[in-house]
C-alpha cells in the first residue's frame, strides 16, 4: 500500500513527518510486526532476513514494512518498530529502496523453501 506523502499538504517537514507516522501507525494490526527500513538500522544477511521471515511466519505474524517518503521516516516510526532495518549504508531513494526489499523477500522465501535461487 501507498500513502500520500504529507508534504504535498503544505505542512512544514517535520509535520509532515509526524502526520505520515500517523497514517502509517494507525493501520498497524495487532499481529504485525513492523519493520522500518532506514540505512541507520541493522544490517542483515539474506539468511538473517530469512530466519526473520520464517519466525514471523511461525508466531503468526505480518510483517510489516515500512519505507519513508523524501524526508524520510518520523523518529516515532523507528521507535514503534519491530526491527529497524539497513539495506546499504547508503542513502538510496525510496522506490529503489522498494526494489531491493521486494528482491530480498523473494530471496527469503527461496531460502526457506530450499529453492536454489539465492545461490
Ligand atoms: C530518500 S530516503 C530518506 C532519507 C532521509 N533524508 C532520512 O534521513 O531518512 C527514503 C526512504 O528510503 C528508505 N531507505 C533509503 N535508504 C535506505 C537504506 N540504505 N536502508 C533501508 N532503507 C532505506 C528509508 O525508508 C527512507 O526513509
Redesign the pocket.
Known amino acids: 500500500m501507498e500513502l500520500t506523502e504529507a508534504s504535498g499538504k503544505k505542512l512544514k517537514p517535520g509535520d509532515a513527518k509526524a502526520s505520515e507516522a500517523e497514517a502509517i501507525l494507525s493501520r498497524r494490526k495487532p499481529q504485525d510486526w513492523v519493520v522500518a527500513?532506514?540505512?541507520r538500522?541493522s544490517l542483515l544477511d539474506s539468511v538473517e532476513l530469512s530466519r526473520y521471515v520464517g519466525k514471523a511466519q511461525t508466531g503468526a505474524k505480518d510483517l510489516l514494512f515500512v519505507?519513508?517518503?523524501?524526508?524520510?521516516?518520523d523518529a516515532s516510526v523507528r521507535d514503534a518498530a519491530n526491527l529497524t532495518?539497513?539495506?546499504?549504508?547508503?542513502?538510496?531513494?525510496?522506490r529503489l529502496?522498494r526494489v531491493v526489499l521486494v528482491e530480498q523477500l523473494y530471496r527469503a522465501f527461496t531460502i526457506l523453501k530450499g529453492e536454489p535461487y539465492h545461490k
Open positions: 527500513l532506514d540505512e538500522g519505507i519513508g517518503g523524501d524526508e524520510g521516516l532495518l539497513s539495506l546499504s549504508k547508503m542513502t538510496l531513494p525510496h529502496a
